[in-house]
């Protein structure tokens, strides 16, 4: 089993920047691809971006690309999403999600474990 905590979230202005956190714990060792994901009510959840262990492949959503930037510390067991230029459109509950599959997927179901959340609110 793997724990994940997200934290970070927050009311912010559009344009602000924002880091999120999410701590694993648990069978660390298992959590081989971490991803976040983020949703609004009545919609899907959203492949945001994802991150191998090593750092060594990424993957952002087109939607944030350029703004949003996942990065890793495999010491702390930490991910962390950095958002820069915010937008309203940007506000959501932002999810932390990893699986032991070995690559990079941009599905729901292609990650075994989930953090509660963590909600985001982009003012205008």
């Known amino acids: 089993q793997v724990q994940l905590v997200e934290s970070g979230g927050g009311l912010v202005q559009a344009g602000d920047s924002r880091r999120l956190s999410c701590a694993a714990s648990g069978r660390t060792f298992s959590s081989y691809v971490m991803g976040w994901f983020r949703q609004v009510p009545g919609k899907e959840r959203e492949f945001v971006a994802a991150i191998t262990r090593s750092g060594g492949s990424t993957s952002v959503a087109d939607s944030v690309k350029g703004r949003f930037t996942i990065s890793g510390d495999n010491a702390k067991n930490t991910v962390y999403l950095q958002m820069n230029s915010l937008k309203p459109e940007d506000t959501a509950v932002y999810y932390c999600?990893?699986?032991?599959?070995?690559?990079?997927?941009?599905?729901?179901?292609?990650?075994?474990?989930w953090g509660q959340g963590t909600q985001l609110t982009v003012s205008s």
């Open positions: 999600a990893a699986t032991s599959r070995s690559w990079l997927s941009r599905t729901v179901a292609g990650y075994d474990y």
